[in-house]
C-alpha cells in the first residue's frame, strides 16, 4: 500500500505561481508513476500530469502544458507540481496518484492509478 498526503493549495490571485508536494509513505515511489489528478466542482477528475517511474519521461494536459511542471525526488518519495500563470479555471481539489510500473500509454489514463491521496484545494481568483 502506498499512502499519498498531498499540500500546498490555497487562494491564489490569477497570474500567480503554486507549488503543490504530494509525500508518499509505506513504499518507495522509485517504481511508481507519480500523477496529479484535479477535479472542478460539479465536474469529472481529469489528468493534469504525470512522471514515470523508469525515466522521469513526463506527460501533461494540453490546458497546463507550458504552465504546469511536474518533478519527483526520488530519495524523499515526494512529487511535486509547479503551477505558474494561474487562471481561475484551474480552480480544483488537486489529486496526487500513484500507479505501479505501468506503460507509458496508461500514463494519463485515471484508472490506472491504483493509490490516491485525499486532495489539496486549490483556488484562483481573477
Known amino acids: 500500500q502506498v499512502q499519498l498526503v498531498e499540500s500546498g493549495g490555497g487562494l491564489v490571485q490569477a497570474g500567480e505561481s503554486r507549488r503543490l508536494s504530494c509525500v508518499a509513505s509505506g513504499r518507495a515511489i522509485k517504481d511508481y508513476a507519480m500523477g496529479w489528478f484535479r477535479q472542478a466542482t460539479g465536474k469529472e477528475r481529469e489528468f493534469v500530469a504525470t512522471?514515470?517511474?523508469?525515466?522521469?519521461?513526463?506527460v501533461y494536459a494540453e490546458s497546463v502544458k507550458g504552465r504546469f511542471t511536474i518533478s519527483r525526488d526520488n530519495a524523499k518519495n515526494t512529487v511535486h507540481l509547479d503551477m505558474d500563470s494561474l487562471k481561475p479555471e484551474d480552480t480544483a481539489a488537486y489529486y496526487c496518484?500513484?500507479?505501479?510500473?505501468?506503460?507509458?500509454?496508461?500514463?494519463?489514463?485515471?484508472?490506472?492509478?491504483?493509490?490516491w491521496g485525499l486532495g489539496t484545494q486549490v483556488t484562483v481568483s481573477s
Open positions: 496518484a500513484a500507479a505501479y510500473h505501468i506503460g507509458y500509454d496508461q500514463m494519463p489514463h485515471r484508472g490506472a492509478f491504483a493509490f
Open positions: 512522471i514515470h517511474w523508469s525515466d522521469a519521461s513526463t
